[in-house]
Protein backbone atom coordinates (compact mmCIF):
# COMPACT_ATOMS: atom_id res chain seq x y z
CA UNK A 1 0.00 0.00 0.00
CA UNK A 2 1.70 3.38 -0.24
CA UNK A 3 2.00 5.78 1.69
CA UNK A 4 4.44 8.23 0.99
CA UNK A 5 1.78 11.38 1.01
CA UNK A 6 0.77 10.39 4.34
CA UNK A 7 4.61 9.75 5.29
CA UNK A 8 5.43 13.50 3.98
CA UNK A 9 2.51 15.24 5.98
CA UNK A 10 3.12 13.19 9.24
CA UNK A 11 6.64 14.25 9.02
CA UNK A 12 5.24 17.96 8.48
CA UNK A 13 2.64 17.09 11.22
CA UNK A 14 5.36 16.51 13.71
CA UNK A 15 6.91 19.63 13.65
CA UNK A 16 3.72 21.80 14.03
CA UNK A 17 1.81 19.67 16.38
CA UNK A 18 2.06 17.74 19.30
CA UNK A 19 2.49 13.85 17.94
CA UNK A 20 1.36 15.29 14.13
CA UNK A 21 -2.24 15.22 15.13
CA UNK A 22 -4.95 17.24 16.79
CA UNK A 23 -6.30 14.41 19.19
CA UNK A 24 -3.77 11.75 20.74
CA UNK A 25 -5.47 8.70 20.11
CA UNK A 26 -5.58 9.43 16.13
CA UNK A 27 -1.84 8.89 15.92
CA UNK A 28 -1.43 5.64 16.77
CA UNK A 29 1.05 5.30 18.96
CA UNK A 30 -0.86 1.70 20.48
CA UNK A 31 -1.33 -0.43 17.02
CA UNK A 32 2.40 0.31 15.93
CA UNK A 33 1.74 2.03 12.77
CA UNK A 34 1.81 5.85 11.12
CA UNK A 35 -1.57 7.15 10.68
CA UNK A 36 -2.45 7.80 7.29
CA UNK A 37 -3.89 11.15 6.21
CA UNK A 38 -7.34 11.36 4.99
CA UNK A 39 -8.14 12.76 1.81
CA UNK A 40 -11.61 12.93 1.37
CA UNK A 41 -15.46 10.25 2.96
CA UNK A 42 -18.21 9.16 1.21
CA UNK A 43 -20.65 6.90 2.56
CA UNK A 44 -18.76 4.42 4.44
CA UNK A 45 -15.25 4.93 2.54
CA UNK A 46 -12.89 6.66 3.36
CA UNK A 47 -10.03 7.88 1.03
CA UNK A 48 -6.13 8.86 2.09
CA UNK A 49 -3.99 11.27 0.32
CA UNK A 50 -2.14 8.39 -1.02
CA UNK A 51 -5.56 7.23 -2.86
CA UNK A 52 -6.28 4.30 -0.87
CA UNK A 53 -9.70 3.62 0.10
CA UNK A 54 -11.32 1.88 2.97
CA UNK A 55 -14.33 0.74 4.87
CA UNK A 56 -14.54 3.14 7.67
CA UNK A 57 -15.94 1.29 10.90
CA UNK A 58 -14.94 4.44 13.25
CA UNK A 59 -17.14 6.81 11.52
CA UNK A 60 -15.08 9.89 12.75
CA UNK A 61 -15.73 8.16 16.46
CA UNK A 62 -19.19 8.16 16.31
CA UNK A 63 -20.66 11.30 14.69
CA UNK A 64 -20.81 9.60 11.04
CA UNK A 65 -24.42 7.37 11.92
CA UNK A 66 -25.40 8.29 8.29
CA UNK A 67 -21.89 7.94 6.80
CA UNK A 68 -19.88 10.64 5.22
CA UNK A 69 -21.06 13.43 3.09
CA UNK A 70 -24.41 12.66 3.34
CA UNK A 71 -26.29 14.71 0.26
CA UNK A 72 -28.88 16.56 2.95
CA UNK A 73 -26.39 17.14 4.92
CA UNK A 74 -23.53 18.48 3.00
CA UNK A 75 -26.83 20.52 1.38
CA UNK A 76 -27.89 21.91 5.05
CA UNK A 77 -24.97 23.09 5.56
CA UNK A 78 -23.90 24.59 1.90
CA UNK A 79 -27.20 26.31 2.22
CA UNK A 80 -27.09 27.56 5.60
CA UNK A 81 -23.50 28.61 4.77
CA UNK A 82 -24.56 31.28 2.12
CA UNK A 83 -26.60 33.45 5.09
CA UNK A 84 -23.00 33.66 7.34
CA UNK A 85 -21.51 30.84 9.78
CA UNK A 86 -21.64 32.22 13.12
CA UNK A 87 -23.27 35.66 14.54
CA UNK A 88 -22.65 35.50 18.11
CA UNK A 89 -26.44 36.10 18.76
CA UNK A 90 -29.05 33.51 18.43
CA UNK A 91 -30.66 32.68 15.70
CA UNK A 92 -33.99 29.89 14.71
CA UNK A 93 -31.73 26.58 14.18
CA UNK A 94 -29.95 26.21 17.88
CA UNK A 95 -34.18 27.30 18.36
CA UNK A 96 -35.64 24.07 15.90
CA UNK A 97 -33.06 21.51 17.21
CA UNK A 98 -33.38 22.36 21.22
CA UNK A 99 -37.07 21.42 20.61
CA UNK A 100 -36.26 18.58 18.77
CA UNK A 101 -32.80 17.36 20.91
CA UNK A 102 -35.82 17.86 23.90
CA UNK A 103 -38.51 16.01 22.27
CA UNK A 104 -36.45 13.11 21.34
CA UNK A 105 -34.15 12.66 24.49
CA UNK A 106 -36.96 11.56 27.38
CA UNK A 107 -35.13 13.52 30.54
CA UNK A 108 -34.27 16.37 28.58
CA UNK A 109 -36.57 19.38 29.47
CA UNK A 110 -34.40 22.39 28.51
CA UNK A 111 -31.33 22.08 26.69
CA UNK A 112 -27.80 24.04 26.31
CA UNK A 113 -25.37 23.59 23.10
CA UNK A 114 -21.86 23.89 23.57
CA UNK A 115 -18.77 22.87 21.18
CA UNK A 116 -17.55 19.49 22.46
CA UNK A 117 -18.57 16.57 24.46
CA UNK A 118 -16.10 17.83 26.60
CA UNK A 119 -17.33 20.97 27.58
CA UNK A 120 -21.05 19.24 27.97
CA UNK A 121 -19.40 17.12 30.17
CA UNK A 122 -17.01 19.48 32.59
CA UNK A 123 -20.25 22.00 32.28
CA UNK A 124 -22.86 19.03 33.48
CA UNK A 125 -20.83 18.52 36.38
CA UNK A 126 -20.19 22.16 36.99
CA UNK A 127 -24.13 22.54 37.13
CA UNK A 128 -24.21 19.77 39.75
CA UNK A 129 -21.90 21.03 41.99
CA UNK A 130 -24.05 24.22 41.87
CA UNK A 131 -27.13 22.56 42.02
CA UNK A 132 -26.44 20.34 44.95
CA UNK A 133 -23.31 22.15 46.63
CA UNK A 134 -21.83 19.15 47.58
CA UNK A 135 -18.05 19.14 45.18
CA UNK A 136 -17.32 15.25 44.62
CA UNK A 137 -17.53 13.65 41.09
CA UNK A 138 -18.55 9.48 40.90
CA UNK A 139 -17.29 8.30 37.23
CA UNK A 140 -16.21 4.78 36.64
CA UNK A 141 -13.14 3.26 36.17
CA UNK A 142 -12.54 2.91 32.24
CA UNK A 143 -15.62 5.97 31.48
CA UNK A 144 -13.86 8.67 29.37
CA UNK A 145 -15.81 11.79 29.43
CA UNK A 146 -13.45 14.15 28.02
CA UNK A 147 -10.19 15.90 28.76
CA UNK A 148 -11.27 18.53 31.49
CA UNK A 149 -9.48 17.93 34.76
CA UNK A 150 -11.95 16.43 37.16
CA UNK A 151 -12.33 13.35 34.53
CA UNK A 152 -8.57 12.63 34.10
CA UNK A 153 -8.71 9.72 36.49
CA UNK A 154 -8.78 6.25 35.25
CA UNK A 155 -10.13 7.61 32.53
CA UNK A 156 -10.93 5.54 29.21
CA UNK A 157 -10.29 5.99 25.38
CA UNK A 158 -7.07 7.59 24.72
CA UNK A 159 -5.71 8.26 28.35
CA UNK A 160 -5.98 4.07 28.61
CA UNK A 161 -4.91 3.48 24.94
CA UNK A 162 -1.42 5.46 25.63
CA UNK A 163 -0.92 4.11 29.54
CA UNK A 164 -1.27 7.96 30.46
CA UNK A 165 -1.71 6.96 34.41
CA UNK A 166 -4.10 10.64 35.08
CA UNK A 167 -2.72 13.19 33.43
CA UNK A 168 0.43 15.98 34.65
CA UNK A 169 -0.92 19.41 35.37
CA UNK A 170 -4.30 18.40 36.89
CA UNK A 171 -4.07 19.43 40.74
CA UNK A 172 -4.19 17.26 43.87
CA UNK A 173 -6.93 18.81 44.79
CA UNK A 174 -9.48 18.22 41.51
CA UNK A 175 -8.42 14.83 41.56
CA UNK A 176 -8.96 14.27 45.20
CA UNK A 177 -12.87 15.18 44.40
CA UNK A 178 -12.98 12.52 41.59
CA UNK A 179 -13.83 9.41 43.21
CA UNK A 180 -13.41 6.19 39.93
CA UNK A 181 -14.90 3.00 41.22
CA UNK A 182 -15.33 0.00 39.14
CA UNK A 183 -18.29 0.07 36.43
CA UNK A 184 -21.18 -2.72 36.78
CA UNK A 185 -20.00 -3.05 40.35
CA UNK A 186 -23.24 -2.01 42.71
CA UNK A 187 -21.95 -2.98 45.86
CA UNK A 188 -19.24 -0.51 45.89
CA UNK A 189 -21.62 1.77 43.82
CA UNK A 190 -23.76 1.36 46.97
CA UNK A 191 -21.09 1.64 49.64
CA UNK A 192 -19.41 4.57 47.97
CA UNK A 193 -22.30 6.47 47.64
CA UNK A 194 -23.50 5.84 51.28
CA UNK A 195 -20.55 6.79 52.24
CA UNK A 196 -21.28 9.60 55.33
CA UNK A 197 -17.96 10.85 54.66
CA UNK A 198 -18.20 12.22 51.01
CA UNK A 199 -20.26 15.04 50.05
CA UNK A 200 -21.26 13.46 46.17
CA UNK A 201 -22.71 16.14 43.84
CA UNK A 202 -23.24 13.73 41.10
CA UNK A 203 -22.34 10.45 39.48
CA UNK A 204 -21.76 10.28 35.80
CA UNK A 205 -21.95 7.09 33.71
CA UNK A 206 -21.52 6.32 30.18
CA UNK A 207 -25.06 4.35 30.32
CA UNK A 208 -23.16 1.85 27.40
CA UNK A 209 -19.11 1.95 28.23
CA UNK A 210 -17.58 3.09 25.08
CA UNK A 211 -14.40 4.08 26.13
CA UNK A 212 -12.81 0.96 27.48
CA UNK A 213 -14.05 -0.69 24.40
CA UNK A 214 -18.04 -1.38 24.12
CA UNK A 215 -19.47 -2.66 27.54
CA UNK A 216 -22.47 -2.80 28.22
CA UNK A 217 -24.02 -2.19 31.86
CA UNK A 218 -25.13 -5.28 33.47
CA UNK A 219 -28.74 -6.26 34.50
CA UNK A 220 -29.74 -4.10 37.17
CA UNK A 221 -26.90 -1.27 37.48
CA UNK A 222 -28.76 1.45 35.70
CA UNK A 223 -31.79 0.84 37.60
CA UNK A 224 -28.90 0.76 41.01
CA UNK A 225 -27.49 3.80 39.87
CA UNK A 226 -30.98 5.88 39.54
CA UNK A 227 -32.57 4.20 42.51
CA UNK A 228 -29.22 5.43 44.96
CA UNK A 229 -28.62 8.74 43.54
CA UNK A 230 -32.59 9.56 44.03
CA UNK A 231 -32.39 8.34 47.48
CA UNK A 232 -29.66 10.47 48.10
CA UNK A 233 -30.02 13.65 46.21
CA UNK A 234 -27.27 13.04 44.32
CA UNK A 235 -27.44 14.24 40.42
CA UNK A 236 -27.41 11.05 38.09
CA UNK A 237 -25.58 12.25 34.60
CA UNK A 238 -26.02 9.98 31.41
CA UNK A 239 -22.74 10.83 29.15
CA UNK A 240 -24.37 10.13 25.89
CA UNK A 241 -21.64 11.58 24.18
CA UNK A 242 -21.52 8.37 21.93
CA UNK A 243 -24.97 6.56 22.75
CA UNK A 244 -27.00 10.07 21.90
CA UNK A 245 -29.05 9.40 18.84
CA UNK A 246 -26.89 6.11 18.33
CA UNK A 247 -28.89 3.16 20.51
CA UNK A 248 -31.81 4.89 19.87
CA UNK A 249 -33.73 8.52 18.94
CA UNK A 250 -33.76 8.53 22.25
CA UNK A 251 -30.63 7.32 23.20
CA UNK A 252 -29.71 4.89 25.87
CA UNK A 253 -31.96 6.14 28.36
CA UNK A 254 -34.63 5.36 26.04
CA UNK A 255 -33.48 2.10 25.01
CA UNK A 256 -33.15 1.12 28.85
CA UNK A 257 -36.26 2.89 30.08
CA UNK A 258 -33.93 4.58 32.86
CA UNK A 259 -34.00 8.33 32.92
CA UNK A 260 -31.44 10.08 34.45
CA UNK A 261 -31.24 14.08 36.08
CA UNK A 262 -29.08 15.57 33.46
CA UNK A 263 -27.51 14.09 29.93
CA UNK A 264 -24.53 15.16 27.84
CA UNK A 265 -24.58 14.90 24.16
CA UNK A 266 -22.52 15.26 21.26
CA UNK A 267 -21.08 13.46 17.94
CA UNK A 268 -24.30 12.83 15.95
CA UNK A 269 -26.04 15.45 16.64
CA UNK A 270 -23.17 18.06 14.90
CA UNK A 271 -23.77 15.93 11.80
CA UNK A 272 -19.68 16.12 12.08
CA UNK A 273 -19.38 19.66 12.92
CA UNK A 274 -18.37 20.59 15.99
CA UNK A 275 -21.45 19.91 18.58
CA UNK A 276 -21.65 19.07 22.05
CA UNK A 277 -24.98 19.70 24.61
CA UNK A 278 -26.13 19.48 28.01
CA UNK A 279 -29.68 19.53 29.62
CA UNK A 280 -32.23 17.75 31.71
CA UNK A 281 -34.81 18.97 34.25
CA UNK A 282 -35.58 22.17 34.29
CA UNK A 283 -35.45 22.75 37.91
CA UNK A 284 -31.59 22.08 37.06
CA UNK A 285 -31.35 23.86 34.02
CA UNK A 286 -32.73 26.64 35.50
CA UNK A 287 -29.53 27.45 37.22
CA UNK A 288 -27.44 28.05 33.91
CA UNK A 289 -26.43 31.87 33.36
CA UNK A 290 -28.27 34.24 32.76
CA UNK A 291 -31.20 32.56 34.95
CA UNK A 292 -29.11 31.49 37.37
CA UNK A 293 -25.65 31.91 38.82
CA UNK A 294 -23.92 28.73 37.32
CA UNK A 295 -21.89 30.10 34.58
CA UNK A 296 -20.90 28.49 30.79
CA UNK A 297 -20.48 30.39 27.69
CA UNK A 298 -19.04 29.97 24.33
CA UNK A 299 -18.40 31.89 21.57
CA UNK A 300 -19.52 29.55 18.78
CA UNK A 301 -21.80 27.96 20.75
CA UNK A 302 -25.36 26.68 18.99
CA UNK A 303 -23.26 28.23 15.42
CA UNK A 304 -25.89 28.01 12.14
CA UNK A 305 -23.89 25.17 10.42
CA UNK A 306 -23.43 23.09 13.44
CA UNK A 307 -27.31 23.53 13.86
CA UNK A 308 -28.13 23.08 10.57
CA UNK A 309 -25.74 19.50 10.10
CA UNK A 310 -27.71 18.45 13.24
CA UNK A 311 -30.83 19.26 12.07
CA UNK A 312 -30.38 17.36 8.65
CA UNK A 313 -28.93 14.48 10.78
CA UNK A 314 -32.22 14.30 12.84
CA UNK A 315 -34.49 14.72 9.92
CA UNK A 316 -33.07 11.65 8.50
CA UNK A 317 -32.70 9.56 12.00
CA UNK A 318 -36.57 10.39 12.80
CA UNK A 319 -37.42 8.66 9.53
CA UNK A 320 -39.73 5.17 10.18
CA UNK A 321 -37.70 2.19 10.67
CA UNK A 322 -34.01 4.04 10.89
CA UNK A 323 -33.34 2.46 13.70
CA UNK A 324 -34.56 -0.76 13.26
CA UNK A 325 -32.50 -1.05 10.07
CA UNK A 326 -29.52 0.05 11.20
CA UNK A 327 -30.22 -2.45 14.27
CA UNK A 328 -30.96 -5.37 11.52
CA UNK A 329 -27.65 -5.35 9.81
CA UNK A 330 -25.92 -4.55 13.36
CA UNK A 331 -27.51 -7.59 14.49
CA UNK A 332 -27.21 -9.61 11.61
CA UNK A 333 -23.10 -8.45 11.82
CA UNK A 334 -22.96 -9.04 15.10
CA UNK A 335 -23.66 -13.09 15.36
CA UNK A 336 -21.44 -13.23 12.16
CA UNK A 337 -18.55 -11.82 13.86
CA UNK A 338 -19.08 -14.02 17.09
CA UNK A 339 -19.01 -17.07 15.01
CA UNK A 340 -15.44 -15.89 13.67
CA UNK A 341 -14.76 -15.02 17.40
CA UNK A 342 -15.46 -18.98 18.28
CA UNK A 343 -13.89 -20.42 15.60
CA UNK A 344 -11.18 -18.01 15.77
CA UNK A 345 -7.30 -19.76 16.76
CA UNK A 346 -6.70 -17.02 19.48
CA UNK A 347 -9.02 -15.68 22.20
CA UNK A 348 -11.71 -13.47 21.24
CA UNK A 349 -14.91 -11.60 22.26
CA UNK A 350 -17.12 -9.50 21.19
CA UNK A 351 -19.57 -6.59 22.68
CA UNK A 352 -22.08 -5.26 20.84
CA UNK A 353 -24.75 -2.93 21.83
CA UNK A 354 -27.00 -1.96 18.60
CA UNK A 355 -24.85 -0.21 16.17
CA UNK A 356 -21.66 0.12 18.25
CA UNK A 357 -19.17 -3.08 18.50
CA UNK A 358 -15.93 -3.92 20.00
CA UNK A 359 -14.15 -7.19 19.54
CA UNK A 360 -11.94 -8.17 22.43
CA UNK A 361 -8.63 -9.98 22.11
CA UNK A 362 -9.88 -11.67 25.35
CA UNK A 363 -10.56 -15.11 26.48
CA UNK A 364 -12.93 -14.22 28.98
CA UNK A 365 -15.99 -12.07 28.67
CA UNK A 366 -15.24 -7.97 29.31
CA UNK A 367 -17.27 -6.95 31.61
CA UNK A 368 -15.53 -3.81 33.32
CA UNK A 369 -12.07 -2.01 32.70
CA UNK A 370 -10.17 -5.00 34.71
CA UNK A 371 -11.42 -7.12 31.93
CA UNK A 372 -10.62 -4.77 29.38
CA UNK A 373 -7.10 -4.44 30.26
CA UNK A 374 -6.85 -8.42 30.20
CA UNK A 375 -7.48 -8.32 26.47
CA UNK A 376 -4.22 -8.32 24.16
CA UNK A 377 -3.63 -4.86 23.00
CA UNK A 378 -0.48 -5.47 20.99
CA UNK A 379 -2.99 -8.77 19.03
CA UNK A 380 -5.47 -5.89 18.55
CA UNK A 381 -2.37 -3.49 16.83
CA UNK A 382 -1.78 -6.45 14.75
CA UNK A 383 -4.78 -7.11 13.28
CA UNK A 384 -5.31 -3.19 13.20
CA UNK A 385 -2.79 -3.66 10.85
CA UNK A 386 -3.91 -6.25 8.91
CA UNK A 387 -7.27 -5.21 8.98
CA UNK A 388 -6.02 -1.93 7.47
CA UNK A 389 -4.18 -3.81 4.67
CA UNK A 390 -7.55 -5.46 3.95
CA UNK A 391 -9.26 -2.49 3.38
CA UNK A 392 -10.56 -1.60 6.50
CA UNK A 393 -10.46 1.08 8.26
CA UNK A 394 -10.56 0.48 12.44
CA UNK A 395 -10.63 2.36 15.64
CA UNK A 396 -6.61 2.84 16.66
CA UNK A 397 -7.14 0.87 19.67
CA UNK A 398 -8.54 -1.96 21.65
CA UNK A 399 -10.29 0.26 24.14
CA UNK A 400 -12.76 1.76 21.34
CA UNK A 401 -16.05 1.69 19.66
CA UNK A 402 -15.94 0.28 16.41
CA UNK A 403 -19.46 1.65 14.20
CA UNK A 404 -22.35 0.60 11.75
CA UNK A 405 -23.99 3.55 9.93
CA UNK A 406 -26.55 3.58 7.29
CA UNK A 407 -24.10 3.75 4.91
CA UNK A 408 -22.81 0.27 5.38
CA UNK A 409 -24.86 -2.69 3.27
CA UNK A 410 -24.49 -6.31 3.66
CA UNK A 411 -22.18 -6.27 1.03
CA UNK A 412 -19.80 -3.94 2.58
CA UNK A 413 -20.25 -5.97 6.32
CA UNK A 414 -19.68 -9.43 4.26
CA UNK A 415 -16.28 -7.83 2.89
CA UNK A 416 -15.38 -6.68 6.65
CA UNK A 417 -16.51 -10.06 7.88
CA UNK A 418 -13.86 -12.26 5.52
CA UNK A 419 -11.03 -9.82 6.22
CA UNK A 420 -11.88 -10.33 9.57
CA UNK A 421 -11.82 -14.16 9.43
CA UNK A 422 -8.54 -14.01 7.31
CA UNK A 423 -7.02 -11.75 9.94
CA UNK A 424 -7.36 -13.73 12.88
CA UNK A 425 -5.79 -16.46 11.17
CA UNK A 426 -2.39 -14.56 11.13
CA UNK A 427 -2.51 -13.73 14.38
CA UNK A 428 -1.33 -16.92 15.53
CA UNK A 429 1.97 -16.23 16.83
P1 LIG B 1 -15.14 15.46 22.74
O1 LIG B 1 -14.66 16.56 23.67
O2 LIG B 1 -14.00 14.62 22.19
O3 LIG B 1 -16.08 15.98 21.66
O4 LIG B 1 -16.04 14.47 23.59
C1 LIG B 1 -15.52 13.90 24.75
C2 LIG B 1 -16.29 12.63 25.07
C3 LIG B 1 -17.21 12.66 26.10
N1 LIG B 1 -17.93 11.55 26.41
C4 LIG B 1 -17.77 10.40 25.71
C5 LIG B 1 -18.59 9.21 26.09
C6 LIG B 1 -16.84 10.32 24.65
O5 LIG B 1 -16.69 9.17 23.98
C7 LIG B 1 -16.08 11.46 24.32
C8 LIG B 1 -15.05 11.45 23.23
N2 LIG B 1 -14.88 10.22 22.54
C9 LIG B 1 -13.54 9.96 22.02
C10 LIG B 1 -13.51 8.58 21.38
N3 LIG B 1 -14.00 7.55 22.21
C11 LIG B 1 -13.09 11.04 21.09
C12 LIG B 1 -11.96 10.67 20.18
C13 LIG B 1 -10.71 11.43 20.51
O6 LIG B 1 -10.46 11.72 21.70
O7 LIG B 1 -9.99 11.78 19.53
Known amino acids: MKTEASAQLFTQAKALIPGGVNSPVRACRSVGCDPLFVAKASGCTITDVDGNTFLDFVGSWGPMILGHAHPEVLEAIRRTALDGASFGAPSPLEVELSAQVCAAVPSIDMVRFVNSGTEATMSAIRLARGYTGRKVVVKFDGCYHGHADSFLVK ?55 GNMGVVAPKSGFLQALRELTRELGIVLIFDEVITGFRLALGGAQERFGILPDLTCLGKIIGGGLPVGAYGGKREIMSLIAPDGPVYQAGTLSGNPLAMAAGLAVLKVIRRPGFYEELEE ?62 GIWLAPSQFEAAFVSAAHDRQHLQKALDITESS ?3 LID
Not at 184 to 194: K, S
Not at 333 to 348: D, M
Not at 353 to 360: E, H, P, Q, Y
Request: charged share 20%; glycine share 8%; proline share 8%.
Open 424 to 426: FKK
Open 155 to 209: AGSGVITLGIPGSPGVPDDIVRNTLSIPYNDTEVLAQTLRDPSLDVACVIVEPVA
Open 329 to 390: KSAWFGVELEKIAASSPVPATLNRVGSMLTCFFAADPVVDFASALRADASRYGRHYRQMLAG
